[in-house]
């Protein structure tokens, strides 16, 4: 199961780490994405806008499956972490909602947000600003280029996942979709991990509040 954490009691420090465990190998690369770079996310089946929009903060990030512009996880230069781990009762559209914003496909998401965030609270206010919707692997793939094996494993799947997301400051937020909406919590422990959703997890920490290290 994979696992996003901050670690704490760090004099002066705020250090944001994961594990990936999946079924396979992702194929990730490391990409390092200075600023100023053009973005345009994934057109949506009925042929409307997509959101368009230049990162004015460089990061890091892994991409997978072959796509080299769709990131998984990363860092930027304000210190501003975005993790993205597994959860099934992800409920997104696979057309941009009726409403106000731009339209920006799930996969575009984490990129969008490290370069154009600093703070959760600007995540905060970024996800609630667009249409988020959700594309399958084999729709999204570019025209014209030949899709590797390891990208037709999920060719016809979308992509499930749940935010984890850490700033500078020790601020930690984690974003959903279920519902049929976006849900952002704070999350004061600095830990996510893979389904059920957030809240789920909250509860089940009061099943650990005895824990000790003393024997």
Known sequence: MCTDLRLVRLDGMRVSARTLDFAFELGSTLQVVPRGQQWVATTPPSGG????????LGFVALDGFGFHDVFADGLNEAGLSVGTL???ETD????????????????????????????????RAAVAS??????????????????PDLALTMADAAL??????????????????T??????????GGVLTNSPTFPW???????????????
């Not at 499930?160 to 979709?177: C, K, Q």
């Open 49 to 56: 806008p997509a959101l368009e929009w230049t990162n004015d």
């Open 86 to 88: 597994w959860l099934p």
């Open 92 to 123: 997104l559209p696979h057309e941009p909602a009726a409403g106000e914003g731009a339209a920006l496909d799930f996969a575009n998401l984490a990129g969008w947000l490290l370069g154009t965030c600093s703070t959760v609270g600007d995540v």
């Open 130 to 147: 667009v249409r988020v919707w959700s594309s399958t692997v084999r729709d999204m793939w570019p025209a014209g280029k030949s899709m």
């Open 160 to 177: 499930t996942e749940h935010l984890a997301v850490h700033d500078a400051a020790g601020g930690d937020l984690v974003v959903e979709f």
């Open 179 to 188: 519902g049929g909406t976006v849900n952002v919590y704070d999350n004061p």
């Open 201 to 215: 997890h909250e509860t089940n920490l009061r099943n650990y509040l005895g824990l000790t290290t003393a024997e």
